[in-house]
């Protein structure tokens, strides 16, 4: 075994001549052939298999010996260990095989030479389900899922690629919610689309937004994430925000040209429940967010009638001064909200409103609301066309 390991051939041959047992092992199971192979002796394997010697390693031994000169790159040694009988299907305890692990270590020359020297099997899957394909696909091994794809049917290597695409998506949404910047970029550089998504239509950018990840937003945003895409249940990448109280996160969103994409009455009929409940910081949001107070019901009541007829003067305020409302909106009825202040005997509320204090502070809220609108959607429209300009890079594609 020493002079197998050692390259001398002289000595090996003088063993060999007086009936040296060449399948003989040690404590740990390990023969002269295996030494052999694993030193890449080329003429010494030639002897050893020319005198009958056998490799003789249990599975495991085999698969052990064969993915370590994977990971390390030797294709010499994981020749010679083929040539020397290694079972280049032998699998680990978790039924991975070395074909597994080259795939995974994105190493086309020893892919290549255990499908071709060693017959080693595509189909096989380990304990979690894993083609050899699919690690590959993990890996963004794009060579070698090249070639492996030669080798399978096209249907399964369509089928690899819906896997990868989904594993990939669960991993995105799975990074993008605990804030983990290096995994995400990670993902984004291996080819995942930044708009990846769950079965509900959920993104990254969602779910990011959602848990208030303001590195991911901006990161995601940056690679052409869609700041208005809507999930099955109607929720978006700023509606997330919004609930989440992040005002960092409604100003990035804002920016990239993200809108809250309700209709007139949904719009009015959820700052109205703000208004009864008392909800003045949602209802702050929701306004920073770009929500038009104005936004009427089914009977043209609009929050601020809502307000003043509830009697509350702080949501008052705040729909005027912050939301910039319509002193002078209507209803269904003609009523204003200063008529319905009267109405129920709000005299606080009643005289606020014929103040000329709110028609100043009015005006201004609408005029600065204006300006906001006017910068930001100069901005997504500049956002917008960068992220196209992004998504048609090489890198956006693979």
């Given at each position: 075994?020493l002079?197998?390991?050692?390259g001398h051939?002289a000595?090996?041959?003088?063993l060999?001549a007086?009936n040296?047992?060449?399948?003989?092992?040690?404590?740990?199971?390990r023969t002269?052939?295996?030494?052999?192979?694993k030193?890449?002796?080329?003429?010494?394997l030639?002897l050893l298999l020319?005198?009958?010697?056998r490799?003789a390693?249990?599975?495991q031994?085999?698969?052990?010996?064969?993915?370590?000169?994977?990971s390390r790159g030797d294709?010499?040694?994981?020749?010679?260990l083929?040539?020397?009988?290694?079972d280049?299907n032998?699998?680990?305890?978790?039924?991975?095989t070395?074909l597994?692990v080259?795939a995974?270590?994105s190493?086309?020359p020893a892919?290549?030479?255990?499908?071709?020297?060693?017959?080693?099997?595509l189909?096989?899957t380990?304990?979690?389900?894993?083609t050899?394909?699919?690690?590959?696909?993990?890996?963004?091994?794009?060579?070698?899922v090249e070639?492996?794809e030669t080798l399978?049917p096209?249907?399964?290597?369509?089928?690899?690629?819906r896997r990868a695409?989904?594993?990939?998506?669960e991993?995105m949404?799975?990074?993008?919610?605990?804030g983990d910047?290096p995994?995400v970029q990670?993902?984004?550089?291996?080819?995942?689309?930044?708009?990846a998504?769950?079965?509900?239509?959920?993104?990254g950018?969602?779910l990011a937004?959602a848990n208030?990840r303001?590195?991911?937003?901006s990161?995601l945003?940056?690679?052409?994430?869609?700041?208005n895409?809507?999930d099955?249940?109607?929720?978006s990448a700023?509606?997330?925000a919004?609930?989440?109280g992040q005002?960092?996160l409604?100003?990035l969103?804002?920016?990239a040209?993200?809108?809250?994409?309700?209709s007139?009455?949904?719009?009015s009929?959820?700052?109205c429940?703000m208004?009864v409940e008392g909800q003045a910081?949602l209802?702050?949001r929701y306004?920073?967010?770009?929500a038009?107070?104005a936004?009427g019901?089914?009977?043209?009541r609009t929050?601020l009638?809502?307000?003043?007829a509830?009697?509350?003067?702080?949501m008052?305020?705040?729909?005027?001064e912050?939301?910039?409302a319509?002193?002078?909106a209507?209803?269904?009825w003609?009523?204003?909200?200063?008529?319905?202040?009267r109405?129920?005997?709000?005299?606080d509320?009643?005289a606020?409103?014929?103040s000329?204090?709110?028609?100043?502070?009015t005006a201004?809220?609408?005029?600065?609301?204006a300006a906001?609108?006017a910068?930001?959607s100069?901005?997504g429209l500049?956002?917008?066309a960068?992220a196209?300009?992004?998504s048609s890079s090489?890198?956006?594609?693979q």
């Amino acid at each position: 075994m020493l002079a197998a390991a050692h390259g001398h051939k002289a000595v090996v041959d003088m063993l060999l001549a007086v009936n040296a047992n060449v399948n003989a092992r040690d404590g740990n199971g390990r023969t002269a052939l295996l030494e052999a192979a694993k030193a890449g002796h080329a003429d010494i394997l030639a002897l050893l298999l020319g005198k009958g010697a056998r490799l003789a390693l249990e599975p495991q031994l085999q698969a052990q010996a064969l993915c370590g000169a994977v990971s390390r790159g030797d294709m010499p040694q994981l020749s010679s260990l083929l040539r020397a009988g290694a079972d280049a299907n032998a699998a680990d305890y978790d039924r991975r095989t070395v074909l597994h692990v080259a795939a995974a270590e994105s190493s086309l020359p020893a892919v290549r030479l255990l499908v071709e020297a060693g017959h080693a099997k595509l189909d096989v899957t380990t304990r979690h389900g894993f083609t050899p394909l699919d690690e590959a696909h993990a890996a963004a091994a794009t060579a070698v899922v090249e070639f492996l794809e030669t080798l399978v049917p096209p249907a399964e290597a369509a089928a690899a690629r819906r896997r990868a695409d989904a594993r990939r998506a669960e991993a995105m949404l799975l990074a993008a919610s605990a804030g983990d910047v290096p995994a995400v970029q990670q993902l984004l550089d291996r080819g995942c689309p930044p708009d990846a998504c769950d079965y509900d239509r959920r993104t990254g950018l969602m779910l990011a937004a959602a848990n208030g990840r303001e590195a991911v937003v901006s990161l995601l945003l940056s690679h052409g994430s869609n700041p208005n895409a809507r999930d099955n249940l109607g929720s978006s990448a700023l509606l997330e925000a919004v609930k989440a109280g992040q005002a960092g996160l409604l100003a990035l969103l804002v920016e990239a040209g993200a809108t809250l994409q309700l209709s007139s009455g949904e719009l009015s009929s959820a700052l109205c429940s703000m208004v009864v409940e008392g909800q003045a910081g949602l209802l702050r949001r929701y306004i920073a967010a770009g929500a038009n107070v104005a936004a009427g019901d089914y009977d043209k009541r609009t929050p601020l009638h809502i307000a003043a007829a509830e009697g509350k003067l702080a949501m008052v305020v705040l729909l005027v001064e912050e939301g910039g409302a319509d002193l002078s909106a209507k209803d269904r009825w003609g009523a204003t909200p200063l008529d319905e202040a009267r109405r129920v005997g709000a005299a606080d509320v009643a005289a606020y409103l014929g103040s000329s204090k709110a028609a100043q502070a009015t005006a201004a809220a609408q005029a600065t609301l204006a300006a906001r609108h006017a910068s930001t959607s100069r901005f997504g429209l500049q956002a917008q066309a960068a992220a196209g300009s992004s998504s048609s890079s090489p890198q956006q594609q693979q």
